[in-house]
């Protein structure tokens, strides 16, 4: 796990300074029709954010790994994430993540890999678990992780 935080810090840094490159034209115009543009992406990924960190917290409580989901697509459309400030929203991103690195960090290595079987991650999870199998709370955070990259990927094809 103390690789894929270190990863994720540089992820975090790294981006961050490649987002606020973006102009606000360019992050209100989505990469394609019908998409997100960066602006929704980035304010999606902080719903996730959000959510997740509940979801990081109550786990290191609880004997079970049950979290509700949210509606994505509404959530991003009541909040309007395309009038927002560019600037304003990476720098939320961006400080959210940070700490929800520091939740992560500060995990006991036990509550992490404690298998759950009880748990809801065959429908919340980006690469969801079978409900059939045990879960962990360090599989949630690397998900969470890997569901961030994914949509930093969607938003820097153009550049790369």
């Not at 400030?85 to 990476?90: A, E, I, K, M, Q």
């Not at 700490?99 to 690469?127: F, G, K, N, Q, Y």
């Not at 955070?141 to 990259?149: E, F, Q, R, S, V």
């Amino acid at each position: 796990m103390k690789d894929a935080l270190e990863d994720f810090r540089r992820t975090i840094e790294t981006a961050a300074a490649r987002l606020h490159a973006l102009g606000e034209a360019e992050a209100r115009t989505s990469r394609a029709a019908g998409a997100w543009t960066p602006k929704e992406i980035i304010g999606h990924l902080i719903d996730s954010a959000a959510n997740n960190h509940g979801r990081f917290v109550r786990a290191q409580s609880t004997d079970d790994l049950v979290f509700d989901g949210y509606e994505q697509e509404a959530w991003v459309r009541a909040q309007r994430y395309n009038e927002e400030s560019w600037p304003l929203l990476v720098e939320l991103w961006k400080n959210y993540n940070l700490h929800l690195l520091h939740v992560m960090a500060c995990a006991p290595e036990e509550t992490l890999r404690r298998p759950r079987a009880e748990h809801s991650l065959d429908r919340i999870a980006w690469r969801t678990v079978d409900v059939s199998q045990p879960a962990t709370l360090e599989y949630l955070m690397l998900d969470y992780i890997g569901h961030l990259k994914n949509h930093l990927r969607q938003i820097f094809v153009a550049d790369e």
